[in-house]
């Protein structure tokens, strides 16, 4: 049938300098560049791009540039190009539209209407490079209060403390399965978290064996409803468990993970055969009900000898946060939350773009709920889904957050251009693929050095933030909405935000 | 608070006079599934091999925090009624159950086996990935749910009655085999909804519209036959009280249940 | 400035363990053994809510409605004087033939415990509603107390049976009251709470009744908003804001006032999917087909299993595709519900039978002597 869709790009190529090398031919995953011989010369077919900007990096000449198109339809507010588009595929072949990435559409972003605070005058600010600056963060289980045994000098701690997990900075990888990702992105994720003291998670696809010795001690392991890769080895190895509900990017939606990623090494972490689809349902099947969800949390806790902190991850929705609070007294250690803007691989678009509720407000109201019951304590929460930059990062946990998971923003310091394509398996940046001569393009030492320093530099720039408002340990921050202001923001999410308008 | 006692350690004497076997008991009346389950690791830490559970009822866990990188391996015999997740995420031991089993017997099973002299609740066998479980009666809803195989590793469900509904949901490997005895009929429906790997032999019949979509009903080869063959034996093994003749039950008909794809959603998406 | 806000509705998301007990010929026998099976199922619930619902315990008072009440309240004299409110306006439409409070053990031993009275009373029906029936008119009564007079809670009306609730362990609940010692029932219903959230209030505890109808809900239906719209239109007020409100209230209006037969009423809350229903022959995918179309607006979507009591009667259910756990077994003139078999077994180590029933499918016990 023919398409009537079009092109979402538009390729240049400057002939003059074009030396013919047929590079972008081979870096371009999706067939865009062919070469033809009797012209000598590169052509380029627009429908077929993707925009990922992996050839223009890459040419040795700065021969090419790749754009977006202007929409080519009459201006149409309601109609906008994309629904058009969208439509048009849909009535093509019937199916669901795909995507990948975190929503991308014009939801207030709540950050960008926070502003900070500063010393000035009646408390000094302080100078992070010189002075002691303390990120370093404890997630899990905190009990209400401490029994001591004291003779003398000696004091006993007569309270069993629970497991936690002790980040250096409050930053750690998000959930990014080994399948849905390559292998070298896998492990350039895990060796920066080992480096920079905090952690990444293993998403669902499991830990490959060969990395349990040297990663398990910074890694959190995952347990979803697809059940891949899990035995008593895998929950060991780890320094922590995390039950995924639910995904910000698709709640309520299971996944897939098409047959063609599950290569042999894919297939042996999940532990599954070769080529075969390898199915999340959209539930666990062993949780239809908050108590459920407390026997496989005690489960877990039970299979590791209750030697590790729980996480639970959900996404953010409607009543996530009564969710949230029945989730804590089902026994869970940490609470993950994933927000409207949180990526994924792939999800159905009508998904990722309509169905849950902003991070910044689900922090808030999450934190408020918990402290009304008088149960913040039993549990930290990780903020997910949107987090950009290190104001962020602070503004999240001024908001009531112990940590953040960041995903597209480790992607980004990879090489990911936020092509939204990720589902296709042909991501030219060698990150969303199995194809091992596209994976093999990622260098897990310049990957993950990349990575480190993002976190580096990021804790940096907390730090200052910190020092900026007078406070040099972390926890002084957390919920201490008080160093948060809103701008341009109506009353009502000023106080689902619990915070003061700027100026108030 | 528990009243719980357990018998020291004793060693007894095999038939063959040689193998000793440390066995100890554990009087479960009372006792919270933390304390029981502990206890359970420190006798297998131990090294006793055998430990009978007597007056469980509703401890859940049981077997779960055995895992041992050594991979120590107890026999876990249990008087009464275990609760939920029996033997979750086993790794390689056994388990005989003398009565009825609750919800989510051998969930994300690793390996080992269990032996259940009665009926089992809903979603036995959920994710599990080796190891076999046996059923004297029937199971409940979701049974063998996303079973998974892998490799060498083929879990395998063998279930003397039948199941409720959606068995085999999203099946991705292992085998499962309801034997239908006592004349019981399969009045399960939904079985092998998204089903897309591993296979459902079962003795006697189903409709079409019990199965999913996904899933093809077709008569029994050769390999199938020595595959069922060798499991009945096995089952008649553990349950000599049914006082089973073999021959009789391969004699009715059996159908295969098996996926026509392993990509079952492969044409879902625009892309 | 305060700030308006808007009405808004916050639903109570909640999940437990129920068991109920029955003993068909009618002998009554006391909370010693229901109280122990739920307390087997103590994981299950998370100490914010406990009840029990006991049938035949009134058997001095069984023609008079017995109104169970709580009076809430920060200081015992808040409470005295919900109280009183409330008992100037049941004067003026009841006549009340005996009252006292109801006898409870300890009062540090349980988290804020209300005012709690029972009150056995006659309608006093004036002017127009001589039309309406007894029961109406309780309901409507009852309605009235528990949306206008603050404080003051009715948590069972029905005859010859009775509510226990509050926040707590149901067995601690069940100490507080005494029900071990005190009452004999020969049918106990029981429910151990894990809401997910703490408005420890004791009025949010299950069971949930109205007359003699009570409820012990597992689950969280997610069809809730359209069940409460369409039940409002019958003037059923959901104050509570939970699922299980939303049952009793529909057990109520197709049980009692349209007077369908549990196995229908089954078929209404969960039906069978169209996919079985276009299989049936042509009399049944009629009716089944007519019965969800009138009234789709009471589908219960989403996990349940519930256990509803009436005068001589319990009834097990699970939603139509059993996402929540239900194991029933019978012993002599024994009948059991509950989510786990252990908690049965703990109680009857022999039973004649045990089955878990199919999704959508009643499980009835009557007396035997009932007609
Ligand atoms: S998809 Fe990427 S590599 Fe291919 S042509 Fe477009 S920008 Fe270049
Ligand atoms: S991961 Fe790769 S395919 Fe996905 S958006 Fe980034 S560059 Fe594109």
């Known amino acids: 049938m023919k398409s009537f869709v079009f092109p979402e790009f538009h390729i240049i190529r400057d002939e003059a300098k074009c030396g013919q090398c047929r590079g972008c031919e081979r870096q371009c995953a999706f067939g865009t560049h062919t070469y033809d011989p009797v012209q000598d010369r590169l052509i380029s077919d627009d429908y077929k791009c993707a925009g990922c900007q992996r050839c223009v990096v890459f040419c040795p000449k700065d021969a ?12 149409n507010a309601s109609w906008t190009r994309e629904k058009m588009e969208d439509l048009k595929k849909q009535a093509e072949t019937g199916g669901v539209i795909l995507t990948g990435c975190g929503n991308d559409k014009p939801f207030r972003i709540y950050w960008d209407h926070i502003v900070l605070n500063a010393s000035q005058v009646t408390n000094p600010s302080i100078d992070p490079l010189r002075e002691p600056m303390e990120l370093r963060t404890f997630l899990g289980a905190k009990p209400d209060f401490m029994e001591i045994k004291s003779e003398g000098d000696d004091v006993q701690i007569e309270t069993k403390l629970s497991p936690n997990l002790t980040v250096e900075t409050p930053i750690l990888f998000s959930a990014m399965s080994y399948g849905a990702i390559s292998y070298n992105a896998f492990r350039s994720l895990a060796t920066a978290a080992c480096k920079s003291g905090t952690f990444f998670n293993t998403g669902e696809g499991g830990l490959p064996k060969e990395m349990r010795e040297q990663f398990g001690k910074c890694a959190i392991v995952q347990v979803a409803s697809g059940r891949f890769g899990i035995d008593a080895e895998y929950l060991n190895c780890a320094a922590a468990v995390e039950i995924k509900v639910g995904q910000g990017a698709k709640p309520g939606i299971g996944g897939h993970l098409p047959g063609e990623k599950v290569s042999g090494e894919v297939a042996a972490t999940r532990m599954i055969p070769t080529g075969t689809d390898a199915i999340s349902p959209a539930p666990h099947h062993d949780i239809y009900s908050i108590e459920d969800l407390s026997m496989l949390i005690y489960a877990l806790k039970e299979a590791t000898n209750y030697e590790k902190p729980v996480s639970v991850k959900i996404a953010a929705v409607h009543n996530f946060a009564a969710i949230a609070s029945g989730i804590v007294r089902a026994g869970a250690d940490i609470i993950a939350i994933d927000g409207l803007r949180g990526g994924t691989g792939a999800a159905p678009k009508v998904i990722r773009d309509n169905v849950g509720i902003p991070i910044e407000l689900a922090i808030s109201s999450l934190d408020g709920r918990l402290r009304k019951e008088g149960i913040r304590n039993r549990c930290s929460i990780i903020a997910a889904g949107g987090i950009r930059c290190s104001a962020d990062v602070i503004k999240a946990i001024a908001l009531g957050a112990d940590a953040v998971y960041i995903g597209s923003a480790a992607l980004i310091a990879m090489g990911c251009n936020l092509c939204q394509k990720c589902y296709t398996g042909k991501c030219n940046w060698g990150i969303c693929t199995q194809d091992p001569r596209l994976a093999g393009r990622l260098n897990v030492d310049i990957a993950s050095l990349r990575l480190s320093n993002l976190i580096c530099a990021w804790s940096h720039e907390i730090s200052e933030m910190l020092g900026g408002m007078g406070i040099n340990a972390l926890e002084s921050l957390r919920g201490n909405r008080d160093h948060l202001r809103g701008v341009g923001l109506y009353e009502w999410e000023l106080e689902v935000l619990g915070i003061k308008g700027a100026g108030e | 608070m528990a009243r719980a006692h357990f018998a020291d350690p004793h060693t007894k004497k095999t038939a063959q006079g040689e193998q000793r076997v440390n066995t100890a008991e554990i009087d479960a009346t009372n006792m919270e599934t933390k304390e029981l389950n502990g206890r359970l690791r420190d006798l297998m830490l131990s090294g006793v091999q055998k430990i009978a559970l007597r007056n469980v009822c509703g401890q859940r866990y049981i077997g779960t925090r055995l895992y041992n990188p050594e991979r120590r391996k107890v026999e876990i015999e249990i008087f009464g009624t275990p609760g939920n997740d029996l033997a979750a995420f086993l790794f390689g031991h056994k388990i005989v159950v003398h009565g009825n089993a609750q919800d989510g017997v051998g969930n994300t099973m690793d390996d080992g086996e269990v032996i259940i002299e009665g009926r089992a609740g809903d979603v036995l066998g959920f994710s599990m990935r080796g190891g076999k479980i046996f059923v004297r009666e029937s199971v409940g ?28 949901e999203y099946m991705a490997g292992g085998i499962v085999i309801l034997l239908g005895l006592g004349g019981k009929s399969h009045e399960g429906n939904f079985i092998g909804n998204g089903m897309h790997g591993g296979v459902i032999y079962l003795r006697g019949r189903v409709e079409k519209e019990q199965v999913g979509s996904q899933v093809e009903i077709s008569p029994l080869d050769g390999a199938d036959r020595e595959i069922v063959d060798h499991y009945v034996s096995e089952f008649i093994e553990r349950f000599p009280e049914l006082g089973l003749n073999k021959e009789e039950i391969l004699r009715d008909e059996f159908l295969r249940l098996s996926p026509r794809s392993k990509r079952p959603y492969g044409k879902l998406y625009a892309y | 400035m305060p700030r308006k806000r808007r009405e808004l509705y916050n639903k109570e998301i909640c999940a437990c363990s129920i068991f109920g007990a029955m003993n068909r010929d009618g002998e009554r026998f006391t909370g010693a053994g229901v109280m122990s099976a739920i307390a087997n199922m103590h994981v299950r ?17 069984k023609d008079y409605y017995a109104f169970h009440l709580m009076f809430t309240g920060s200081n015992s004299d808040a409470k005295r004087s919900a109280k009183q409110d409330f008992d100037v306006f049941l004067c003026e439409n009841f006549d009340v033939v005996y009252d006292e409070e109801i006898p409870h053990g300890d009062e540090t031993a349980v988290s804020d415990p209300p005012l709690v009275w029972r009150y056995f009373v006659a309608p006093r029906k004036c002017g127009d509603e001589a039309n309406l029936s007894d029961d109406d008119y309780v309901v409507m009564k009852v309605m009235h107390v528990n949306t206008k007079i603050e404080n003051a809670y009715v948590f069972s009306s029905g005859k010859n049976m009775g509510c226990f609730k509050g926040v707590g362990y149901p067995e601690e609940i069940g100490e507080y009251f005494m029900l071990d010692r005190l009452y004999k029932a020969y049918t106990w219903t029981v429910h151990g709470r894990f809401p997910t959230n703490t408005q420890a209030w004791w009025g949010g505890a299950h069971p949930f009744s109205l007359l003699d109808t009570t409820v012990v809900h597992n689950g969280e239906i997610s069809s809730y908003g359209t069940n409460r719209w369409y039940l409002e239109m019958y003037g059923y007020a959901c104050t509570l804001q939970t699922d299980t409100e939303v049952i009793a209230y529909a057990a109520d209006l197709l049980m009692r006032r349209q007077n369908l037969p549990i196995e229908l009423v089954a078929k209404i809350l969960a039906p069978p999917i169209w996919n079985s229903i276009d299989r049936m022959n042509e009399k049944e995918r009629r009716l089944l087909t007519a019965l969800r179309m009138v009234y789709a607006p009471l589908l219960m979507n989403g996990p349940f299993s519930i256990i509803i009591g009436q005068s001589g009667k319990m009834i097990g259910l699970t939603d139509r595709i059993r996402l929540r756990p239900l194991t029933a077994a019978t012993r002599g003139s024994m009948f059991y519900l509950s989510s786990e078999e252990a908690s049965i077994r703990l109680i009857s180590p022999e039973l004649d039978s045990v089955w878990t029933p199919n999704g959508g499918e009643p499980v009835v016990g009557k007396l035997n002597n009932m007609t």
């Open chain 1, 64 to 75: 090419i540039e790749v754009r977006p198109t202007q929409s080519p339809y009459r201006q």
């Open chain 2, 141 to 168: 809803y979701r049974c063998a749910l996303h079973m998974k195989e892998y490799e060498d590793k083929r879990p395998v469900l063998v279930i003397g009655g039948t199941s409720q509904d959606f068995l085999g």
């Open chain 3, 45 to 61: 619930g998370n100490g914010l809510g406990g009840g029990f619902a006991a049938y035949g315990i009134y058997p001095e008072y």
